[in-house]
């Protein structure tokens, strides 16, 4: 079965960076699959940030390009976003996910606010 | 970049009801389409795959339709347990982008 959880600091000050790590178990990253981020902020709808694929390649949402980065460890079989110079439009749900033309395992989802 | 526009926002309805929800792509998507579930304080849940591909393990009450721009997914007989919000979602290898949810409520 597999299973993805997010961790991560649930508070970020404005300006900071805000960094997440999905822990995968059940199936190993570098065996394939899009591995990915999504947030929903309160209220509101889903957005897909980006994803990695299981060579290493990254694509982002244009929107956000310039603030994202997605890395993986296969060591340790997780997926780690980073989210520069948030603001408080950032606040949200963020879940990480297993993807190919469609989205099959999520993540629980973490809370992440940004205020100081 | 490919948008999706989903109406209606909201929807109240009885029980045993048909229901309707309908998602548009500003582009053609062939059948890239996927329809997903999501109950307050819960991930999204896959219902149908591939514009009309029902996922393992879901009520056959369930269904969806189109390809290229216009797609529908219907529940044909409204159920308490399906009060949710529901997404479209499409595939812009790789990027995913859903529609803006449809809240259903029972009237």
């Known amino acids: 079965q597999v299973q993805l959880q997010e961790s991560g600091p649930g508070l970020v000050k404005p300006s900071e960076t805000l960094s997440l790590t999905c822990a995968v178990s059940?199936?190993?990253?570098?065996?394939?699959?899009?591995w990915g981020w999504i947030r929903q902020p309160p209220g509101k709808g889903l957005e897909w940030i980006g994803s990695i694929y299981h060579s290493g390649s990254t694509y982002y949402n244009p929107s956000l390009k310039s603030r994202v980065t997605i890395s993986v460890d296969t060591s340790k079989n997780q997926f780690s976003l980073k989210l520069s110079s948030v603001t408080a439009a950032d606040t949200a749900v963020y879940y990480c996910?297993?993807?190919?033309?469609?989205?099959?395992?999520w993540g629980q989802g973490t809370l992440v606010t940004v205020s100081s | 970049d490919i948008q999706m526009t989903q109406s209606p926002s909201s929807l109240s309805a009885s029980v045993g009801d048909r229901v309707t929800i309908t998602c548009q792509a500003s582009?053609?998507?062939?059948?890239?389409l996927n329809w997903y579930q999501q109950k307050p304080g819960k991930a999204p849940k896959l219902l149908i795959y591939?514009?009309?591909n029902l996922e393992t393990g879901v009520p056959s009450r369930f269904s969806g339709s189109g390809s290229g721009t216009d797609f529908t997914f219907t529940i044909s007989s409204l159920q308490p347990e399906d009060i949710a919000t529901y997404y479209c979602?499409?595939?812009?290898?790789?990027?995913?982008?859903f529609g803006g949810g449809t809240k259903v409520e029972i009237k």
């Open positions: 591939d514009a009309s």
């Open positions: 979602q499409q595939y812009d290898n790789p990027a995913l982008t």
């Open positions: 996910a297993r993807h190919t033309t469609m989205v099959n395992y």
């Open positions: 582009q053609d998507i062939s059948n890239y």
């Open positions: 059940g199936y190993s990253i570098s065996s394939g699959y899009y």
